[in-house]
């Protein structure tokens, strides 16, 4: 698994699990798909993860949008 890969897994993840959250436990927790949402498309224009970043570091390949 590149960092690109597992950047867009685990985006996903946090998503799915803040709309659980959302339903189950308060909708504030929208405000964590948001913020997933709004880090996203800034990687798409900035190219800049902070996610990206981490996998890096814990030894994962770079990819094609994440070197």
């Given at each position: 698994m590149n960092v690109d890969r597992?950047?867009?897994a685990f985006a996903g993840s946090m998503?799915?699990?803040s709309v659980l959250l959302?339903?189950?436990?308060s909708p504030w927790w929208l405000l964590l798909t948001t913020f997933v949402g709004l880090n996203l498309?800034?990687?798409a224009f900035t190219g800049f993860?902070?996610?990206a970043i981490v996998f890096r570091k814990l030894g994962l390949q770079a990819g094609c949008?994440?070197?």
């Open positions: 597992a950047m867009f998503i799915l699990i959302t339903h189950f436990v498309l800034q990687a993860c902070p996610a949008a994440f070197k």
